[in-house]
C-alpha cells in the first residue's frame, strides 16, 4: 500500500523560501522516479520538478535555477525546496510516485499525496 504525505506547506513571504516535505511508505524513493507537481485555483497541474531512480533531475521552466530536489533514503522523504517566491507560486503542491524509474510524465504517476497548500503573500 503506497502512501504519500506531504507537510511544511503555509504562508511565505514574497523572496522567502519553503521547504516541503513527502513521507512516502510502502515505496522507496530512490527505486521510483519520483515528482512534485502543482496546482492553482482554476488552473491545470504542472510540473514543479521530477527525479528518477538514477538520480537525473528535470526542473520547470518557472522555476528553474531556484528550486532543488532531493531524496532522504534513510527517511524514505522526497524534498522539494523553493526560494525567491513569488504570488505565482501559490499553489497546492502534491508529491507523486512515477510507475517505473526512468523519466514519466504526469500520466506515468500513479499515486499522489493529497497535497500541501503554499500561500506567497506578505
Known amino acids: 500500500q503506497v502512501n504519500l504525505v506531504e507537510s511544511g506547506g503555509g504562508l511565505v513571504q514574497p523572496g522567502g523560501s519553503l521547504r516541503l516535505s513527502c513521507a512516502a511508505s510502502?515505496?522507496?524513493?530512490?527505486?521510483?522516479?519520483m515528482g512534485w507537481y502543482r496546482q492553482a485555483p482554476g488552473k491545470q497541474r504542472e510540473l514543479v520538478a521530477t527525479?528518477?531512480?538514477?538520480?537525473?533531475?528535470k526542473y520547470a521552466d518557472s522555476v528553474k535555477g531556484r528550486t532543488s530536489i532531493s531524496r532522504d533514503t534513510a527517511k524514505n522523504q522526497f524534498t522539494l525546496q523553493l526560494s525567491a517566491v513569488t504570488p505565482e507560486d501559490t499553489a497546492v503542491y502534491y508529491c507523486?510516485?512515477?510507475?517505473?524509474?526512468?523519466?514519466?510524465?504526469?500520466?506515468?504517476?500513479?499515486?499522489w499525496g493529497k497535497g500541501a497548500l503554499v500561500t506567497v503573500s506578505s
Open positions: 510502502g515505496t522507496i524513493v530512490s527505486i521510483n522516479a
Open positions: 507523486a510516485r512515477s510507475r517505473t524509474g526512468t523519466w514519466g510524465d504526469y500520466y506515468a504517476m500513479d499515486y
Open positions: 527525479v528518477t531512480s538514477g538520480g537525473s533531475t
